[in-house]
C-alpha cells in the first residue's frame, strides 16, 4: 500500500515545521514549537485461580499527555489571558478562577513544504496547568525570549475531514 494515495509520487513524509494552532476560532500568534500528542492506556493484569502461572493483561483506563505550547515572547496576550481564567492573582477572594470558561478546544494543523493543510487535530477540553510569562533571563546569552503554556486534556481525535491535498508541481518557465 502507498503511504499516500492522491500523490503517489511522494516518499518522504510530512516535516514536523509548519503547523498552526486555533483556539476559540482564531489562529494564535507565534507558536513555534507544539509537544507531542501522546496517550498511554494503562495495563489491568489479572488471573483466575486455575489459569496457568502466566497473567492476562487487558486494557485499562487511557489519559492524555499534557501538549506544551512555545512561542517568542511579544505583545500578544492569548496566552497569559488563557493561563488567568485559571488562576488571576489579586482578583479578590472567589473570582480567581473563570469556572465558566476555562477549558478549550483546540486545533493543531499541519501543513505541507507547498503550505497545504495535510493533517489537523482537534484536542478536547484543555486547560493551562502550567504558565511561563517570561524565560529564565541572561545579559550573556544570545537567544529569543520564549514563554510556553501546558495544557491538560481530556482527549484528541484526528479530523478526518481534512484529506491528503493535490500537490503543486513545478515545471521550468520556458523562454
Excluded at 13 to 29: C, E, T
Excluded at 85 to 105: H, I, M, P, Q, T
Excluded at 154 to 165: L, M, Q
Aim: hydrophobic share 35%.
Amino acid at each position: 500500500m502507498a503511504q499516500f494515495s492522491v500523490n503517489a509520487h511522494r516518499f518522504d513524509p510530512y516535516k514536523n515545521f509548519k503547523f498552526r494552532v486555533k483556539w476559540d476560532g482564531r489562529y494564535v500568534a507565534g507558536v513555534s514549537k507544539v509537544s507531542a500528542l501522546t496517550r498511554t492506556t494503562e495495563v489491568i493484569e489479572h488471573r483466575e485461580g486455575g489459569d496457568p502461572s502466566t497473567v492476562r493483561v487487558s486494557p485499562g483506563q487511557t489519559k492524555y499527555g499534557d501538549i506544551t505550547l512555545e512561542r517568542g515572547v511579544t505583545h500578544d496576550v492569548e496566552f497569559e489571558k488563557w493561563a488567568n481564567k485559571v488562576w488571576n492573582y489579586g482578583s479578590g477572594l472567589g473570582s480567581e478562577v473563570s469556572l465558566a470558561d476555562f477549558r478549550k478546544d483546540i486545533i493543531i494543523e499541519v501543513y505541507n513544504e507547498a503550505g497545504q493543510l495535510v493533517l489537523a487535530y482537534k484536542v478536547y477540553r484543555c486547560w493551562p496547568s502550567e504558565y511561563t510569562a517570561l524565560p529564565e533571563l541572561d545579559a550573556g546569552a544570545n537567544a529569543v525570549a520564549i514563554q510556553s503554556l501546558t495544557l491538560k486534556n481530556e482527549g484528541w481525535e484526528r479530523d478526518y475531514d481534512v484529506s491528503e491535498p493535490t500537490e503543486p508541481s513545478f515545471t521550468e518557465p520556458s523562454g
